[in-house]
Each structure stands twice: as structure tokens, then as C-alpha cells.
């Protein structure tokens, strides 16, 4: 039994136009134009217990508003969900005492006052007896090591100790789902490092399902093995990691060290080069290409080292939603 | 010496262009919260409903019962002010409320130094006064050309408590006149005290103070003649302030409580602090200016 | 693992007391600024009252009995504006920038959550200046040979009660006009939308009682928005103007209006969040 179950579900907006102009403002008094925007559209996604799945896609691509109906703060127009058996907009409390939301963009602890003040009313609306308030924070805080900035206002913290509090202010009930939203967003690449890694060594202890939406292949490299790529709010595509790759990924990246005494004019015509830095050559290849162009070029020179990997992820996810936004294209 | 008056007029077109463009970006602004915008009109008036009802019941008690005066209220009087001269003085001091209040100026230029936004004043060719007083006016445009229509109507409504009927000839000129000195008073007082946001960060404090005096003092909480003379003169002290131009002076002026010679005084007065308000606002802009990017921002 | 509603509303308190202890000067400023305000009330109406005996022919609001009306109404704002009205204006606040998410993702009844969290301390001084002039003019009236008042525990006891439901409608029309920041955006004019139709309850009701616009004013506050029992019933209770016993119609009515007005803004509470859209990140 799945513990989260969507089906059909869809969402879209009402987003007034203004127009431009003077006189279009003072009519816009009496009666505004309107478009609608289809955020999600006839969504269907499953996903057991115990795993850690990503979303990923492009801007405006629904994967913020998938997770805001999961979390049940908006309504869907149509299609059913459920999480743990509650269907999330209905709202009920068993159901919102068993999950949480986090979103990297926004903060939900009390800006004047030190974290703890936020945990502490977070003990209390959640109703978590005192021992295992105080045993949850203890463990959460040394495996974030943020002991010692308990006492802080959390308008003196720095952007990624806020975003750590956010976590434990999130994690202190002991949810059974995480849904996360661009949690590393804006952090530098040490925080983000340790947020992953507390994240995976978290999960794997708790074993509690996890959602995570983010635009740094760095998380999704390091903690899902299982990606969902949204666009134009449909799913395009839903499966490992590996997968996305070979789909969508035409080239493959090989470096070359040549032996010294080689003439490098003579490769210089090679198309496609990315870098050359003596006595490294680094270009591109189409994959089926591969074999047929490595074996030419060792036939008429001396190599010494061959490295064929895959395109950077970045590239190969962002070739991916270039895909999925043309097919979103109206014809 | 041609390429100079050239450029001198170049810069003239392209400064009251950027004025033009700011004027018609605030005007914008102001129109986009439809909802807002109209329920705030109306809403200006309702307190004057409850003033209505409070003064014909304090009045009714000091008529003599079964006689009232032209307005169809109880007669009798109090500090020289008959029941449809209260009535009228509340309605007037709307209007002159309506061209001097200044809602969320001094908090807006507070907040601008205090989180640094006014930065891009110093960078940017253009004065920060300036833009502001322009989307002042701009907003005060839009109010009026909006709220004319409610507002005449609620005036129609009330005509009768207009005992004496609409001023006159040097009167109304000297009304209008005080309006406008109104608005601009108005304007460069709040001005003055956002900018003390330079020195002090907690001016938001401060404006609650200022709010409070305004409310007393300016006479929109109740015509100055009411105060006490003795055994200390406030009324004296009150009227010595800059205060009572927001509010009291305009309506007195409509409402015939001065007289003479005393308008044209009011006036220059009213002029004077205008004046002081706007040296002691660029002052304490430069100044300020200048002890904000010793900071470095 | 429910939720102690208690224990949340004391750590709401506390929270706000720290927070209002570290801006001391604002703190300080504030109190000062209410209580001014109330003595410029206080001080219109001492100069009214040389002017005239009563407000009002023959409804027995003479000058003690008055300040006790206005007392009450002080003790009344100092309760909504103390509790509520900067919640209220949050809550506004909330829906117009999307961030009302947060709110709906706890575990605990959404209506107590954004009542709550703020309590604004510096407003209760005024509450209390508010109590110092009923006892004043209380004191007054029973040393006046001229009047029969009576006090005891049978007045104060219903007049705390009945200030009870004057702050349970205050809050009710609060919570509602907040709630309209759904529908009508930015509400900008929300504290002067709310003080311009607190205006009304500001003055005894007989003020109204003499034309057909004031009979139509005072049918609409006390029966539609009954804003008008909030301050005259208590007041009444106390100050007895005219000798009138408090066991009328309006006594009972003010309960109802309390429970209704509760029932009232809890379902619009609720039709707003049904409404809510969250704004797009």
C-alpha cells in the first residue's frame, strides 16, 4: 500500500492581467481581465513507504503547488490523493501531527526570538510530551551541530543555520513524511553539504518517506534515488537517476592525454572540442559515435590516458526540461 | 554660450519627463486596489454621522426645549459655535483633513533609511522629497477626482447645517489659498520627521507621538475656541503651533470664525511655517545624506 | 498527542512579553501614546460637561455616569487592541502575501492559531486607566446625596461578563473583516475601516434614539452588527444612569449577540480559508 497516492489531480490558477496604461487602470476599476494558469495538470504519481523521491523541473512547473496540495493548503480542482489514508485538504489533525513542510524560501520561526522559543511552541501545538521534546532536540541539534546557536534571535543567524533551524523546528514531532521545498536554496556549498548529509544519515535512520523539490543536482546526485521530473505541470518523466541520463543525454565527454610527442594541430579539427590544455583534449562525442571515433584517433596517434564520461547533470536535466517545454508547446 | 541654454533646457525637458513619468506611475499605483479605494472614500465619513447625533443630544440639553436654530437642531451655544456650525466646523475640517493628512509618509521615508532603500536616492540622479511629493500629489489627485462625487453629495446632504451659507469672495479665495498652504504644510512636517530617521532609527515611536498632537491640536478632535483661557491660556499656546493649520484654519476661514484683516495674518503665518518646514526638511536631508554615507551604508 | 491550547496561548504571552521587553522604547512610547489619547478624550469631555449638565435630554448620562460609559469602552479597547488587533491585522496580512500556509500545516484549530500569537502588552496600561475612572466616578456617585446608586458583587460581576461579550463581538467583527483580505486583496484600510465603525459604540445609544436615520443606525448596530451592546450594556450594568434596573431585553440580547456573532465570524473564518489561494512561489 503506497503511503502516498495521487490521482488526476489538477490545479489552476486565476491570475488577473493589468494592463498597461493609464486608462486601462481606471477601467480596470470596474473589471478585470483574467487568464487561467493550469499549474498541475491530471497528475498520477505513487510512492511507497521508506523512500526518498525528488522533484525536478523547470520554473513554474507545478512542483511547488504538488507540494502545497500534499500538504493540503490549497484545494485541487479535481483528482483524489491520499497520504498515509487522510486526503491532505481536508485538513484533519491526526493527518497534519504526521507530516511536515518545509520551504527554503520562507521561515516560519518567530524572528525576534532565539529558535528555541519556536521549538518549544512547536512542543506545545503538536502536543509532544516534554522527554521526547527534549531527546528529539537534543539529537537533531548535535547532528546539525547547532547546539550552541539555541539561544540566538533568529534574525542574528546566518542563512544556513536559519535553514537548519527550520529543519528541527520541522523534524521535532517526528513526522512520518517531509515534504521539502528548495531546502538549500541560497546556502553556500558547505551548508548545502551538510544539510544533504544530515538528511540522508536522517532518513535512512528514521525511514520516513521524503519529498524534496531543488534545483542543485548536488541534492538530487546525493540523496534520491528516484526522480520525478515535472513540467508544465505533467510529469515527464519518472524514474532513477541513471535513467534521465541515458534518456537524455546525447553526448558523452572525452578527454584525451596525449603522449608528448604527438602533433596536436592534427586533432585541433576535431569537432565539437570543449577545452584543450596541453597535453589534455576534452570534447564531445555523440554516444553511438563513441567507439567509432576513439578508434580512429588511436589508430593515428599516440595516446596515453582516456577518460569517457557523462555530460555534467546539469546539462543533461537542463536538456531535459528543454524537452519537455517543447512538447508542452502548444502546436 | 547657445549650447549651454540648450542644455540647460535639454535637461529641464528630460527632468520634467521623469517628473511626468513618476506622476503617472503613482497615479497607477493608487488605482490598482479597486476595492480599497472606494469603501475608503465613503468610510471618511461616518464618524461625522456619529458627531452629528453626539452634538445634538449635548446641545439639546442647553436649548431651549421646542426652539431650534435654522439648521433644524436644538439652538443654543457653545464657545460661539451654534449646532449646525459644530456640525459644519467637523465637515470642514474632512476637507482640510482630506488635502493635509499625509498616511504612512513619515513611516515610509523611516523605513527607507532604516533598511537601507535609500541608497538608491543617492546613487540615482533624482531627489527623494521631490518623487515623494509628487506621488503626494499624484495620490491626492486621484482622491479627489474619484471622491468628488461622494464628497459633494454628502455635502448636499448637509447643507443645512451650513447656517450662514457658502463664503464668499476674499473668503473663499483665502479657503482655497489655506488648502493648499494645508497640503503643503502637511507634507514637508512629516517630512521633517521621517528624515529624523537618519539620527534615530525608532522614529515610528515618535510618529505615534505626532499623530496624537496633530489629532488634538491641529483641531480636528474639536474646534480650538473650546479650549480653557484660564487659569492657563492653552488656547493661546495651542494657536501659537503650526498644528491648527491641518485642520482648524481652513474651516474657521469657511466658516466665518475669522475675520478680516486676521485671514491674511493666518495666511502669512501658515506661509511661514511652510517655508521653515521645507528649509529645516532639505537641511536635515543633506546633512543626513551626508552622515549616512560616512557609514558606508 | 493533542495540542494543550493553554500551554500554546501562555508561550503566545510570553513570547510577546520578551519581544516587548527588548524594544523597551517602543514599549514605553506605546503606553504613552494610548493613555494620551484617552486623556484627550477624557479632557474633550470634562469641557463638554462645563458646557452642558447631561448628553442627551432626560437619558440620565450626566458627567460621572458618562465617564463610567467611557471607562468601560477604554477597558474594551484595552482588551481587543491588547489580544487581538494585531493578530488581526497579521492574519490580513498573511493572506495578502501567501504565507497563511504555515498556519494551515499545524495541528490545531487555524481560527485560535492566528488569534492569539501576538499579545500587545503595551495596550493594557490603558485598560487599567480605564478602571481608575469608573472607580473614580463610582466613588463620586455614591457620595452624592442626590443619587441612588447601588454597588456591589451583584454589578461587578455581571459588568466583567458582560464586557466579556462586548470583546467576544469586537473580536468576532474583527476576525471578519480581516477575513475579507481574501476577496477584497490588500486591505490597507483594515484599522480604519475597523475605527471608523467603532465610532458608533464610542457614545451612549440614546444619541441615536431621535430621528429615523438614528433609530435606523441603532437597529443596525445592535441587530446586525451588534457593536452598540458591546459598550452599553456593561455601562449600564455599572452606572445605573437614571436609576434604570440592567434586567431589561438588551442584558439577555447581549449574550445572544455575543454567541452569534462568534458563530458568525468562525463560519466566514472558514469560508475564507476554503477561498484561500496561496500566492504562487
Known sequence: ?331 | MSNTAANSRSTFLSDALTWWTFFKISINERLVYRGDFIIGTLMRFLPTLTQIFLWWAIYDVISTEGTADSSGGPDGQIAGYRYGDMVAYYLMVTISRAFSSMPGLTSGIANQIRSGEVKKFLIQPVDMQGCLLMQRIAHKLVYYLMAAIPFAFVFYLCGDFFIDGWPEGERLVVFFASLVLAFALGFYLECTIGLIGFWFLEVTSLTFIYMLMNFLLSGHMFPLELLPEGPVNIRAIVEFLPFKYLAYFPAAVFLGKVEGAALYQGLAVELMWVVFFIVISRVLWFRGVKRYSGYGG | MSPSYLNVFLTFARNSLVRDMSFRMNFILQCIATMSWAAMNFGLFKIIYRHTESIGRGTGWFEDEFFIFLGTIWIINALIQTFFMANAEEFSELIRTGNLDFALLKPIDTQFLISFPRVNWAQLPNGVLGAILIIVSLRNLAADPNREIYISLWNIFPFLFYVMCGVLVMYSVMIVLAATSVWLGRNQNLYTFWFYITNFYRYPMEIYQRNGIGMALWATFTFVVPILVVSNVPARVLAQPMGKSWMNWEAGYAIVAAVGSLLVSRFIFKLALKSYRSASS
Open chain 1, 1 to 331: 500500500m503506497p503511503i502516498i497516492e495521487i490521482k488526476n489531480l489538477t490545479k489552476s490558477y486565476r491570475v488577473y492581467q493589468k494592463q498597461e496604461g493609464l486608462g486601462a487602470s481606471i477601467k480596470g476599476l470596474f473589471k478585470r481581465e483574467h487568464k487561467n494558469v493550469h499549474a498541475v495538470k491530471d497528475i498520477s504519481l505513487e510512492v511507497e513507504e521508506g523512500e526518498f523521491v525528488a522533484f525536478l523541473g523547470p520554473n513554474g512547473a507545478g512542483k511547488t503547488t504538488t507540494l502545497k496540495l500534499l500538504s493540503g493548503v490549497i484545494n485541487p480542482d479535481s483528482g483524489t490523493c491520499q497520504v498515509m489514508g487522510f486526503t491532505p485538504w481536508e485538513r484533519k489533525n491526526e493527518y497534519r501531527r504526521r507530516f511536515s513542510l518545509v520551504m527554503g524560501q520562507k521561515n516560519q520561526l518567530w524572528w525576534d526570538l532565539p529558535a528555541l522559543e519556536s521549538f518549544r511552541l512547536n512542543q506545545h501545538i503538536y502536543g509532544v510530551p516534554k522527554e521526547d521534546f527534549d531527546a528529539t532536540r537534543h539529537e537533531l541539534c548535535d547532528m546539525l551541530d547547532v547546539t550552541r546557536l539555541l539561544n540566538q534571535p533568529v534574525r542574528e543567524l546566518s542563512l544556513g543555520e536559519r535553514m537548519k533551524m527550520e529543519l528541527i523546528a520541522a523534524l521535532l514531532h517526528k513526522p512520518d513524511v517531509l515534504f521539502l521545498d528548495e531546502p538549500t536554496i541560497g546556502l553556500d556549498v558547505i551548508a548545502q553539504h551538510k544539510i544533504q548529509e544530515f538528511l540522508k544519515s536522517y532518513q535512512q535512520e528514521q525511514n520516513n518517506t521524503i519529498l524534496l523539490t531543488s534545483h542543485y543536482m548536488k541534492d538530487i546526485e546525493a540523496l534520491c534515488k528516484r526522480v520525478v521530473i515535472i513540467a508544465n505541470g505533467e510529469i515527464y518523466h519518472d524514474g532513477s537517476l541513471e535513467e534521465i541520463v541515458d534518456k537524455f543525454s546525447g553526448d558523452k565527454v572525452v578527454t584525451l592525454q596525449l603522449a608528448e610527442s604527438v602533433d596536436q594541430d592534427a586533432l585541433k579539427d576535431l569537432p565539437n572540442v570543449i577545452e584543450v590544455t596541453p597535453p589534455k583534449i576534452k570534447f564531445r562525442v555523440q554516444r553511438e559515435k563513441v567507439g567509432a571515433v576513439l578508434s580512429g584517433i588511436l589508430n593515428s596517434h599516440a595516446v596515453e590516458d582516456i577518460v569517457v564520461e557523462d555530460p555534467p547533470l546539469e546539462e543533461v536535466i537542463s536538456n531535459a526540461f528543454s524537452a519537455a517545454e517543447a512538447e508542452g508547446k502548444p502546436q
